[in-house]
């Protein structure tokens, strides 16, 4: 029984061991880390167990694993500290349509029913540009900058307040086929300006798409200067070292605030049930922005759950 435990915990000790160090091997790894959270929750079994037939060593070992999963998973269930801002208030819908597969419909529906300030498509096609235009989109959100593409390419960004092209340059992938950002700069009323960002990175599989995706995060923007706001799909997790990085240039990750850091976004469409689902949808705040609330919706045909976030600026 003994070895057999030593065994079980070895892999728990690897995992964590990675995790804590943030090194991230290429191929199944990038993949893998995503899934930290019930590798955590499974690292618990062998430490119940070797408390059962009180070996002491066994004991202390399998506290030292579930421990550095505990230090790296459980914060983001636990509301942080906000920034003290009492400016303008927004709310931010970010949704992936896969394709544009979500009905028109559905999606001017729920920007009737929530009434997002912003709303970031992602995977948004000239055909879904046209249909929700038909459907009144621009009667709600009346300002609009597109990045044309068709299936996984294209993005956009609507907007009820005065909305232009940002003068940010943001590397696109030098990949065919590969997802792009879109960054735009908002006006809101009374002259102050916030910049956007819909975010759109690779995805983390392997071969040259694992560059790819390491690279599109890279990319995107440090925190700084102006006031910005990313939102979207990162495909990639907060166990992921690259969205860790860009996060430590100022950012706060919105569900990671509000304790709901654990809300998993993907994959939820033609899955089943039980299928594990990891958060690869964030929306980055600069530090200086409150975050008020988060959480996720679910649309109709995507695997993602959209994200809404209100977020007041200083």
Known sequence: MVPLLWLMLVPFAG????????????????????????AAAASVLPLVVALLIRNGPLVVAALLVTGSFAVAVLPRAVPGGNAEAGGPVLRVLAVNLLHSSVPP????????????????????????????GELGLGRLLPYEVVLPGEDSEGAAIYAR?????????IAAPSFAKSPRHLPALLTLPGGREVELVAVHACAPSEGWRTACWASSIRALPPAGGRLRVLAGDFN??????????????G???????????????????????????????????????AVRGFQTLRMPRTDHRATLTELALP
């Open 251 to 289: 950012y706060r990750d919105a569900a990671d605030v509000t304790g709901k850091g654990l809300s998993m976004t993907w994959p939820y469409y033609q899955q089943p049930r039980l299928f594990p689902k990891v958060a690869i949808d964030h929306v980055l705040a600069d530090g200086r922005i």
């Open 105 to 132: 419909e559905d999606l001017v529906a729920v920007v009737e029913r929530d009434r997002p300030d912003v709303l970031h498509l992602l995977e948004f096609t000239s055909l879904m540009r046209k249909r929700v």
């Open 15 to 38: 995992w964590a061991g990675l995790r804590l160090a943030g090194w991230e091997p290429k191929f199944v790894w990038s993949q893998l880390v995503s899934f930290t959270p019930y």
């Open 236 to 249: 990639a997790t907060l166990d992921h070292a690259v969205l860790r990085d860009l996060i430590a240039t």
């Open 161 to 169: 307040y005065p909305l232009r092209p940002s003068d940010t340059r």
